[in-house]
């Protein structure tokens, strides 16, 4: 046993500056380690390189999607018109659909009607507002003929 400890401990015959400058080594690398690991895993960078690959996948799918699409209604001849009609014509009913489907839904849950109402709503409201904007220049009007006459009537009093 004696044996193996001293075979575990080998004399060092470094001098102290050796040692010295050895630590100095071994922290400037592990700092630099865990200055590396920070900016590795710093929130910032791993959102910076999830969103990086988030475009790049959403790249190469549109692409690839473009791509297929293109390849269905054109081909080394030229366009498909007859794949272009087709489109066309669903694309139309669709949106025909979904007028429809908004128009009879609209009627369903009256909110035609609530519009209507609230169309109603804000234009008697214009007219209220108009008519009170009428008054009160009829009324400073009056108010400011009803003041002349009474200074007239003040005048005739004092003499």
């Given at each position: 046993?004696a044996?193996?400890?001293q075979q575990?401990?080998?004399?060092?015959?470094?001098?102290?500056?050796?040692?010295?400058?050895?630590?100095?080594?071994?922290r400037?690398?592990m700092?630099?380690?865990?200055?590396?690991?920070?900016?590795?895993?710093?929130?910032?960078?791993?959102?910076?390189?999830?969103?990086?690959?988030?475009?790049?996948?959403?790249?190469?799918?549109?692409?690839?999607v473009?791509?297929?699409?293109?390849?269905?209604?054109?081909?080394?001849d030229?366009?498909?018109?007859?794949?272009?009609?087709?489109?066309?014509?669903?694309?139309?009913?669709a949106?025909?659909?979904?007028?429809?489907l908004?128009?009879?839904?609209?009627?369903?849950?009256?909110?035609?009607?609530?519009?209507?109402?609230e169309?109603?709503?804000?234009a008697?409201?214009?007219?209220?507002?108009k008519?009170?904007?009428?008054?009160?220049?009829?009324?400073?009007?009056?108010?400011k003929?009803?003041?002349?006459?009474?200074?007239?009537?003040?005048?005739?009093i004092?003499?």
């Amino acid at each position: 046993m004696a044996d193996n400890r001293q075979q575990g401990k080998a004399k060092d015959i470094r001098s102290a500056d050796q040692i010295r400058r050895d630590i100095a080594a071994a922290r400037a690398k592990m700092s630099a380690t865990v200055e590396g690991l920070t900016e590795q895993f710093h929130p910032a960078a791993v959102k910076n390189r999830v969103v990086e690959d988030a475009k790049e996948f959403v790249q190469k799918e549109y692409t690839s999607v473009r791509e297929k699409l293109i390849s269905q209604v054109k081909d080394e001849d030229g366009w498909r018109t007859d794949r272009l009609k087709l489109v066309g014509g669903a694309s139309a009913g669709a949106v025909t659909g979904l007028v429809l489907l908004r128009a009879v839904v609209g009627k369903v849950t009256g909110s035609t009607a609530r519009k209507k109402f609230e169309k109603a709503q804000v234009a008697a409201a214009k007219d209220a507002k108009k008519q009170a904007k009428k008054q009160r220049k009829t009324d400073a009007k009056a108010a400011k003929t009803a003041k002349k006459q009474a200074k007239k009537l003040a005048k005739t009093i004092a003499k």
